[in-house]
Protein backbone atom coordinates (compact mmCIF):
# COMPACT_ATOMS: atom_id res chain seq x y z
CA UNK A 1 0.00 0.00 0.00
CA UNK A 2 1.63 3.06 -0.99
CA UNK A 3 1.72 6.08 1.67
CA UNK A 4 -0.91 8.57 0.42
CA UNK A 5 -3.69 5.52 0.21
CA UNK A 6 -2.62 4.34 4.24
CA UNK A 7 -2.68 8.14 5.09
CA UNK A 8 -6.04 8.92 3.43
CA UNK A 9 -7.37 5.52 4.93
CA UNK A 10 -6.51 6.91 8.27
CA UNK A 11 -7.11 10.69 8.22
CA UNK A 12 -10.75 10.44 10.41
CA UNK A 13 -9.89 6.81 11.78
CA UNK A 14 -7.40 7.86 14.53
CA UNK A 15 -7.66 5.60 18.10
CA UNK A 16 -8.27 9.20 19.92
CA UNK A 17 -7.42 6.90 22.98
CA UNK A 18 -4.33 5.23 22.03
CA UNK A 19 -2.90 8.66 21.01
CA UNK A 20 -3.92 11.03 23.03
CA UNK A 21 -1.07 10.82 25.57
CA UNK A 22 1.83 10.88 22.59
CA UNK A 23 -0.01 13.72 21.18
CA UNK A 24 -0.09 15.77 24.44
CA UNK A 25 3.75 15.61 24.84
CA UNK A 26 4.59 15.95 20.98
CA UNK A 27 2.54 19.28 21.15
CA UNK A 28 3.87 20.76 24.15
CA UNK A 29 7.15 19.95 23.06
CA UNK A 30 6.63 21.28 19.39
CA UNK A 31 4.70 24.52 20.59
CA UNK A 32 7.84 25.20 23.08
CA UNK A 33 9.51 25.12 19.89
CA UNK A 34 7.53 27.46 17.79
CA UNK A 35 7.77 30.02 20.64
CA UNK A 36 11.31 29.96 20.90
CA UNK A 37 11.41 30.42 16.55
CA UNK A 38 9.02 33.22 16.68
CA UNK A 39 10.11 35.23 19.69
CA UNK A 40 13.91 34.90 18.17
CA UNK A 41 13.18 35.62 15.09
CA UNK A 42 11.04 38.98 15.45
CA UNK A 43 7.96 37.57 14.61
CA UNK A 44 6.37 37.49 17.69
CA UNK A 45 6.40 41.46 17.40
CA UNK A 46 4.90 41.90 13.46
CA UNK A 47 2.37 38.76 13.87
CA UNK A 48 2.76 37.82 10.16
CA UNK A 49 4.82 34.48 9.67
CA UNK A 50 5.54 32.42 6.38
CA UNK A 51 5.20 28.85 7.80
CA UNK A 52 5.89 25.60 5.65
CA UNK A 53 4.31 22.47 7.00
CA UNK A 54 5.81 19.44 5.43
CA UNK A 55 3.23 16.71 6.09
CA UNK A 56 0.93 18.79 7.84
CA UNK A 57 -1.86 15.86 7.80
CA UNK A 58 -5.54 17.11 8.93
CA UNK A 59 -3.91 20.88 10.44
CA UNK A 60 -3.37 19.55 13.91
CA UNK A 61 -0.21 22.48 14.22
CA UNK A 62 -3.33 25.62 12.89
CA UNK A 63 -4.36 25.90 16.44
CA UNK A 64 -0.73 27.38 17.32
CA UNK A 65 -0.87 29.92 14.76
CA UNK A 66 -3.96 31.97 16.01
CA UNK A 67 -2.74 34.83 17.01
CA UNK A 68 -0.24 35.99 13.47
CA UNK A 69 -1.62 36.22 9.95
CA UNK A 70 0.11 33.52 7.61
CA UNK A 71 1.35 32.71 4.55
CA UNK A 72 0.49 28.82 5.46
CA UNK A 73 2.07 26.26 2.51
CA UNK A 74 0.60 22.93 3.38
CA UNK A 75 2.13 19.80 1.98
CA UNK A 76 1.08 16.19 2.66
CA UNK A 77 0.89 13.27 0.38
CA UNK A 78 -2.74 12.50 1.97
CA UNK A 79 -4.67 14.79 -0.49
CA UNK A 80 -8.21 14.03 2.27
CA UNK A 81 -5.93 15.14 5.12
CA UNK A 82 -4.91 18.46 3.50
CA UNK A 83 -9.23 19.16 2.37
CA UNK A 84 -9.68 18.50 6.27
CA UNK A 85 -6.40 21.07 6.92
CA UNK A 86 -8.02 23.98 4.29
CA UNK A 87 -11.29 23.45 5.95
CA UNK A 88 -9.92 23.64 9.57
CA UNK A 89 -7.67 27.06 8.75
CA UNK A 90 -11.13 28.42 7.09
CA UNK A 91 -13.33 27.44 10.14
CA UNK A 92 -11.00 28.77 12.65
CA UNK A 93 -10.81 32.19 10.97
CA UNK A 94 -6.97 32.87 10.61
CA UNK A 95 -6.05 35.36 8.89
CA UNK A 96 -3.89 35.24 5.52
CA UNK A 97 -3.70 32.48 2.95
CA UNK A 98 -3.64 28.81 2.49
CA UNK A 99 -2.07 27.76 -0.86
CA UNK A 100 -2.03 23.74 -0.76
CA UNK A 101 -0.05 21.37 -2.06
CA UNK A 102 -0.83 17.73 -2.58
CA UNK A 103 2.07 15.37 -2.94
CA UNK A 104 5.14 14.04 -1.78
CA UNK A 105 7.41 16.60 -0.26
CA UNK A 106 10.29 15.55 -2.11
CA UNK A 107 8.67 16.23 -5.84
CA UNK A 108 6.15 19.39 -4.81
CA UNK A 109 7.53 22.71 -6.34
CA UNK A 110 6.97 25.84 -3.53
CA UNK A 111 7.54 29.02 -4.48
CA UNK A 112 8.56 30.78 -1.16
Known sequence: MSAKLHYNSVASGIDENVMKERRFAHNRVKTGLLNEAMFFSGI?????????????GRGGDLPKFKHYELDYHAVDIADQALDEARRRFGEMGLLGTFPPYAGD???????L
Open 44 to 56: VHSKKATVLDLAC
Open 105 to 111: AADVSIP
